[in-house]
């Protein structure tokens, strides 16, 4: 590939592992990186809304990149939405001399028609350069933002160095149909998608025309065999494997809490120290976390890698 | 005009009188009508948001299209936005029966991209017929539907029977002189532009292509000599008059409230006996009340029709 | 129970079948009410968000309330959420009149603080009487109207006549467990918690306190089986039947198209003639059809009542 | 005072000046505070949303912390809203460091019910340090969070450290009366009131109980003025000089493009070199600036400082 982003598999949206006081467990990073690595992960994305990226000040987003990349051997995707396209062109300018093989862009949400999404994106593509390679994040939930399928058309056609959607609107399982086939009528050249939203809708997505997966969702290797099983037209197996973790797919899926029962499993399986995030920032009571420990252990009935270490 | 709908001057949007204990005031919607005619309103819009026409039963909508529209020597514009297409058709078909000259449709709140606003309209005039005129509301500000320029030329291009632009965004002159320069250019036909928002910026919106007020602002009369001013090139004065106004103009214009306001000025000025909402309703505090009326008085000292009677 | 509000089990939220043409489907309104009877139910819900109820006419309204309350031999709920208090209270006076148990109401979608929230649950109980049970419904999602636990205390301790709280918070599992701590602590009343969010935590709510379900989720039979499991306290069991729906739980759940999927399976399961929608309303493409469909054969390896007829 | 922050008067909300490549404009970053100071204003605010606070960088934020602190001869109150706890301290810090009298903080825009509101000020004052004077925002027209009178109060009780508010809530002047009467009533101890949104109703503000203005109108010497002449009790002068200026007042404050008019005007006046903006951001076009350029003569006419030079 031109850019240097793979077009296939599961990228993991990586968390930010803190230390109990807040400030950011490298060593973490470390285990994390290698973990997704490990998982089967074809691409890492860092700094993104569930890395809690906004909270986090520029000099550590850098340093956060720094730390990824140099250790990852596949590739690193930087989130680098900003209020302003100053901050955006410097984090992904950095990113890029550090050796990111690209950048994710979402909206800013106080976008609503059509012609000012797309005059967004030709505003930061001509801030970032057109040479940086960039995948264009579409996350109606929570950023507020709709955009059409013509419109991402309308984007991917405008903007070559676009590689990649992330998609996670929310029902959209029509949109990657409705994207596929203007591609299948040569209307629109070849991009990658992968799914987000958690993978609340991979069983189905990957037959819809979906190239994988961009989630955090605790078990990557998980996702990475469920794409896998598509590859291979195992359909029945996959829906097999997909049901067995859809409980807790689902129950990470929580706007708000997913983030800490992401962070509790990763923890439980040993890929960070501590699930600690940075205030403000929702935790899990103790039933909580006893209900995720339920259903991991239904999980690792069928599934070792939910077994408790 | 092939439709009776008068397509130059001001549209009053009318309250619905209601009696103490939340009844319609029959009566005074006849005075209230005769108000509007007798202030030059070129045309009466009922059964608004501003009118509380969501508050209404079917047949209270019914009846109230009957007595204006029975008593007016203007056109009636209707307002039969409703979420479902059959409750907006059958209100369309009786106000239309009963000899209105035209309806009004706003979009539903849940619209958000430019192809679901387009294909929501096909919907609407399918279903109203499309012999029956209309008009388009675009008040993103309650409705929280945002419409380009380019969308409201497609609405129109795609429905012959759509007349009037209601236009209440905010800002909003530029949209204005984008629609003129579209039709300028030969790219549209020409349509109607009256503008909401309780007249906040009728001392520009002439000039830059609209062709009057469609708006409930307690003081039609002064509505109608403003754009008069304007239709005689009389920036200066027109500018003054306005002026004058606007402290109450901006009162009125208060979200919530500004129904308050407003009837209340209405009763002040003896076109409607009571100034009781439906509830659930905002009043207006003493306090509030001693404002509006120190600002009408203040309007008193150079126009008579503020005087208290 | 003194008002006839069953207060533990299911409630079906019905939908409203409707004849392609539109117009009710008074004999699939029939066989509706017997399937969610035969189903084990212990309570209908009708005129809901998701019964298309703001599509409907008042005499519409009124004519389902009469054929399901006649029919029925378990309590029905109607909706009366209305955008006026006027509205409100004439449609619940027809229905208690016509013999159902109590009403539901959801908060108009412009409140936000607590007390705006509080004022308006006073103003609507006043409305329609402090004699007529009802039903409190929590859905921020759709209505965008956050009520925190306390403020549904406070609305629960102000009101003797609201009974029962429809929760569909999402996350909510926190909710409920405050809910009932409080109860717990003596400061608040009894009363019923049903959850919904189509049943979509149902594996965790009745251990965090709930009494059941209230939602609309095409197999109502599971899901007062579900119940039952919980109650006699085979977690185990319970979590193995949820899990084998949560597939097309998760699928039923998608907003704008989860109505169709409902209709669409209860219509290949017999209980209504067709799967139509009121316009404007999102219909199921072929593929999405086919996907439902094969998660039903999935379901059917273990459960019969997913089997095609 | 005993944190040196001024509690009566107008605090201007200050625009931050950029050249025409969007570097910083230091010399009118001076030119600016000077004006401000000139204008009478007894304290100036920085780093606000106006101040495209979002747009910087943060060793950008505090080079112009450091100049405006240095240059001026009045409090200085800097805005440190930030998505995370760790980068508000941080920000706050190195302005109290610096010299700033205070700082601002608004609710991030997640935020809904009451007890997430509270919650927030009381994690966002242990973050920062209880000894850190602050001004609370409430700006719900852009934030999107209701703060009622209780929860303000609440949140004023809970923390010595708060202040003043930055009153902005629209419609706002009840709320004012509200607090005032809790005060009067012995429930909330003494703080300040200013008001934001432009201006638009500073001429019932003061006789509701505000101690002044923090906006950044481009006339702030009529500012000071008009709270001046509320301060002696001439009601009626008062009214006659916001009305003179209600007119550039109301189009300033149009969403998106009112910064665009605000800057437009200080450079016309002087005060800055450049009326640039960071992308992405919205200018005015030939005809607005043609309209602003207008309003400004018609204030000429009696208001010499509106004259051109």
């Known amino acids: 590939m031109t850019f240097g982003i793979a077009s296939k598999g599961v990228y993991a949206i990586a968390a930010t592992p803190f230390l109990k006081d807040g400030t950011i467990d490298f060593n973490s ?44 051997r596949i590739p ?26 690209g950048v994710m862009i979402a909206p800013t949400p106080a976008l609503r028609t059509d012609e000012q999404i797309i005059a967004y994106f030709a505003g930061a593509v001509e801030a970032i350069g057109v040479d940086v390679p960039w995948v264009l994040q579409d996350y109606p939930l929570t950023l507020n933002v709709v955009i059409s399928a013509a419109v991402i058309a309308k984007i991917i056609a405008n903007h070559p ?3 990649m959607l992330k998609h996670e609107d929310w029902p959209g399982l029509e949109k990657i149909s409705k994207l596929r086939a203007l591609q299948n009528a040569g209307e629109l050249r070849p991009f990658s998608i992968l799914c987000g939203n958690g993978g609340m809708f991979l069983d189905f997505e990957p037959e819809r025309g979906a190239d994988g997966a961009m989630t955090g969702y605790g078990f990557p290797d998980m996702l990475t065999e469920l794409v896998s099983l598509f590859a291979q037209g ?12 859809l409980p807790l797919i689902r129950y990470e899926q929580q706007l708000g809490i997913g983030l800490a029962v992401r962070k509790h499993v990763l923890m439980r399986r040993g890929a960070i120290a501590c699930d ?34």
């Open 161 to 163: 160095s676009c590689l």
């Open 76 to 101: 690193v995707i930087v989130g680098v939405s900003a209020p302003g396209f100053a901050g955006m062109t410097s984090l992904a300018r950095s990113a890029m001399d550090m050796g990111a093989a």
């Open 276 to 309: 600690a995030q940075r205030k403000p920032g929702q935790m899990l009571s103790a039933t909580a976390k006893a209900e995720v420990d339920y259903l991991l252990s239904r999980i690792a009935r069928h599934d070792s890698r939910a077994a408790f270490r």
């Open 29 to 72: 990073v470390d285990s994390l990186t290698d973990f997704y690595q490990d998982s089967g992960c074809t691409g890492i994305t860092i700094l993104g809304i569930m890395g809690e990226a906004p909270k986090l000040e520029p000099e550590e987003s850098r340093a956060i990149i720094k730390r990824v990349v140099s250790r990852a």
């Open 234 to 245: 195992k359909r029945d197996e996959a829906h097999d494997l997909f049901d067995l973790h």
